[in-house]
Structure formats: C-alpha cells, structure tokens
C-alpha cells in the first residue's frame, strides 16, 4: 500500500500560467467537483475548532440533493475541537484518509489511523483532536437522524476498512463489489456510508434510476461515470453529488482499480411534504 492510499485535496493554488479549463459542472440533476478546484481560497472554517480548515462538497440544497452534507476536514498537528457538533439532530460518519486522529465518544477514547471508520449517533457526546506532529484529513458526513417509533436509535461504533464486510455484487464475478460497515438489514440505520470497488474492466452494466440521493467521493483510481444523459471522465480526488433518480452507470477503465466512498439514504418513507 502506499503512504497515502485515498485521494486528498491538493490545497494551494494553481499558477498563474495555467488553463483554467476544467471539469466542474453543476446541472439540475448532478454536481462534478474535481479534485483540482480544493484549493486553500475555497476552504471553510467552523465555531469551536482550532488548527481545522475544510472543503464542503455537499450541503442541503432545496430542489437538489437535500438529506446530507459532506465535509472532507485537515487538521493540524494539535488541532481538533472538544464541541465538533452544533446540530442535536444530526448523526456523522468519520472516515480518516490520512494521517491519525484521537476520537472521544462518550468518555472512551479511539486511535483511528489512516482507514479508520465510525459512526456517531444524534446526541452523542463526542471530541476528536490531532495529537501527532503531522497533519490528519478525515470526511465528515452528517445526516439528520429520523427517528422511527419502535426502532431504538443505533449506537455508536468505530472500526476500520479492513475490518469492513466485502460483498461482491451478484453475477459479476467479484469484479464489482461494496465494503459495508452497516448491516443492510439494521433498519435503525437511515444512511449508509459504504465503499465501492471495481476491478479494471468492471462495470455498472445499466443505468441504475433509484430513489436514493448519492454523493461520491474518488479514493482511487479512475472511470467514466454515466450522470443523467452524460459520460464523465472522474478520477482519484474527484467529487459527484447526484440527486435521487439521477440515472447513473459507470465502466472501470483505468489500469488500477476503481473505488469510492459511498453515502445515500435508506430505510425510510418518503415524505409526503416537501
């Protein structure tokens, strides 16, 4: 494995010798956010953090995708923050991409490490900090929790890549597969966070039109990506955000493999108010 393994924003920016061509693209059914535009001017800060800058890839946006945000979070050596989230409602899942991070969950005390995973209840009392002398990343997706009558809220956990369950899809002879961390049966769960790999040559082999919101976020590798009525070049670093019925397919054909970290929502009713 190399030093880094998943794909980080390249800060700093661009000279000023070079195209500003470039593959971002926001349309009524799908967003591109190319891992060249996460640069230094277009990072964000939040209250209560120290050492922290972000770059936000999704947020609610009435009329597109609207159940989620995606933060990719760097901290520096020392950095962290003792009151991470102001929203009671809203449950996470941290995914380190880089580097180490000291996470409190109640009081207990993890070491995540470059692959590290966990998922944060609504209400959950929680801390995270950068105790090492080199700066960590993580990706930071928040959901409001709906809660169901008779279902008990799920609890916190924290595991790691690794430790995840391969499942390959049927029919595909393991060249297309979706590491979960959640049971699909758990019906506590209203989001899963997954990671998605094809093999070189791997494909989504129709255009799959589903209910569930999406947002991808490149770890490795590259593909084209079928969005709505058009094929996209995407590559490690890169960014797609789709809203629910946006159709999408996909063929692996880089040299590496293909992965991506996955969210959509799951497991409940669809609103009859909008």
């Known amino acids: 494995m190399s030093e880094h393994p998943y794909a980080l924003p390249p800060g700093g920016l661009p000279p000023q010798t070079q195209m500003m061509t470039d593959r971002a693209m926001f349309t009524e059914a799908y967003a591109v956010i190319p891992h060249g535009t996460m640069r230094d001017i277009v990072t964000s800060s939040l209250p209560f953090w120290t050492g922290m800058r972000m770059w936000v890839l999704a947020r609610p946006l009435s009329g597109f995708a609207e159940t989620f945000s995606h933060y990719i979070v760097e901290l520096s050596p020392g950095g962290g923050s003792s009151q991470p989230e102001t929203e009671p409602r809203a449950q996470a899942v941290l995914f380190v991409v880089d580097g180490t991070v000291t996470l409190t969950i109640d009081g207990e005390t993890h070491v995540l490490e470059t692959g590290g995973y966990a998922y944060l209840p609504p209400g959950s009392s929680w801390t995270i900090s950068n105790t090492s002398d080199a700066a960590s ?14 279902l008990d809220t799920p609890e ?22 979706t590491t979960r961390f959640v049971d699909p049966a758990d019906m506590r769960h209203d989001m899963h ?35 709505n009525k058009d094929w996209v070049e995407v590559e490690a670093g890169d960014y797609m955000w789709l809203r629910a019925f946006c159709p999408q397919a996909c063929y692996a ?18 609103s009859l108010t909008l």
């Open 156 to 177: 916190a956990f924290v595991t790691h890549e690794s430790q995840g369950t391969f499942m390959p899809m049927p029919d595909t002879d393991g060249r297309w597969g």
């Open 253 to 270: 054909g880089g040299p590496e493999r293909f992965r991506y970290l996955l969210y959509k929502d799951v497991n409940r009713h669809m």
């Open 193 to 227: 966070v997954n990671i998605v790999t094809f093999e070189p040559g791997g494909l989504i082999p129709f255009a799959e039109t589903h209910v569930m919101e999406h947002g991808l976020y490149v770890l490795e590798g590259k593909a084209v990506y079928r969005l």
């Open 137 to 150: 990343s993580f990706h930071w997706l928040r959901k409001a929790y709906q809660p169901v009558v008779g």
